[in-house]
């Protein structure tokens, strides 16, 4: 037998029902589309992060060896050691 509280509690059943649905559509909408984003951030930072953070230059990790005398030193800033077929100047 169908009484109205049977009925009322069918509606509040398929309310409940829709609206779970509902909130479960836009949840999932909701996760789609932050993804998406995060996917887009995560694109937009890749080309910057194949290149090193510049290094700091202390001039001790490019040093360039006299071919003559065989001692090394800062490129630029190399001074002749004294030899006649040193190519830095004196
Ligand atoms: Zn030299």
Not at 57 to 65: Q, R, V, Y
């Amino acid at each position: 037998m169908l009484t109205p509280m049977k009925v009322f509690l069918l509606l509040l059943l398929a309310a409940a029902i829709w609206y779970g649905f509902k909130f479960w559509r836009w949840q999932n909408r909701f996760r789609k589309e932050f993804q998406r984003q995060m996917e887009e951030a995560a694109q937009f930072s890749r080309p910057t992060s194949p290149t090193p953070p510049p290094v700091p230059d202390t001039g001790i990790d490019d040093l360039a060896p006299c071919p003559a005398c065989n001692t090394y030193g800062v490129p630029g800033q190399m001074k002749s050691c004294g030899r006649a077929d040193c190519p830095y100047p004196g």
